[in-house]
């Protein structure tokens, strides 16, 4: 059973081509849902913390929201240097999370 | 140097070589963890471990065999692995709390192949 779930898989955008990435959970009593970018060759990097249903983040053209269900990532007016794997992420038990096999993301000159 | 140190970046070994990945923390984090990451599959936690105590096993195979010998340093001892073992080996530390979790802070990983 998938604890977390994002989607697109993959998705190419055109540079300024806004759009947003899906991370949707199943995990009850939620205690925080991550998200991070991971760079080909390199570790995630973390972005983001959202602890409650409402909440939104934001880091340059990248926005963070938070609904009971789902997490959104949105990106505005995206520049070739967004393009990698953007992953998110949910604690279930102790120092334990659940992953999400990641969204790739190539954004096109 | 700071963040998540992971060494080496590259490993290529036999079915039958004994080698070591090494992870080494600069943020003062009390917990570490190795994950393996495989295409197209979510991350997967492997070990715990809080203030140096294991505190999660995740059923991993017995020819991964962690150290960790203080909170700073994290050891991963390989032996007899198998070619589907070949993956990125990914370090990780965090402040360990008891309420809501703190993120992850991740090395940029061992690419391991075995032949």
């Known amino acids: 059973e998938d604890q977390v779930t994002q989607s697109p898989e993959a998705l190419r955008l055109q540079e300024g081509e806004s759009s947003s990435l899906n991370c949707s959970y199943t995990?009850?009593?939620?205690?925080?849902l991550f998200w991070y970018r991971q760079d080909p060759g390199k570790g995630p990097e973390f972005l983001f913390t959202?602890?409650?249903a409402g909440e939104e983040k934001e880091k340059e053209r990248l926005k963070a929201t938070l609904t009971k269900k789902e997490s959104f990532l949105h990106i505005t007016a995206p520049k070739p240097e967004d393009s990698a794997t953007y992953l998110c992420?949910?604690?279930?038990?102790?120092?334990?999370?659940?992953f999400g096999t990641g969204t790739s993301l190539t954004v096109i000159p | 140097e700071t963040g998540v140190t992971q060494t080496p970046r590259h490993l290529v070994m036999g079915m039958t070589n004994k080698k070591s990945l090494k992870c080494e923390q600069h943020?003062?984090?009390?917990?570490m963890y190795w994950y393996k990451q495989s295409a197209k599959k979510p991350l997967e936690l492997m070990f715990v471990?809080?203030?140096?105590?294991?505190?999660e096993n995740n059923s991993v195979p017995s020819r991964f065999s962690p150290e960790c010998p203080n909170s700073s340093h994290l050891f991963l001892h390989l032996h007899t692995l198998q070619p589907e073992d070949s993956a990125l080996y990914l370090c990780?530390?965090?402040?360990?709390?008891?309420?809501?979790?703190?993120?992850?802070?991740f090395g940029n990983g061992t690419r391991l192949t075995v032949t």
């Open positions: 990780a530390s965090s402040q360990a709390t008891g309420g809501n979790n703190s993120p992850l802070h």
């Open positions: 992420a949910v604690p279930w038990s102790g120092n334990q999370f659940y």
């Open positions: 471990y809080n203030f140096k105590e294991q505190t």
């Open positions: 959202l602890y409650s």
């Open positions: 943020l003062g984090h009390n917990a």
């Open positions: 995990v009850s009593g939620l205690r925080g």
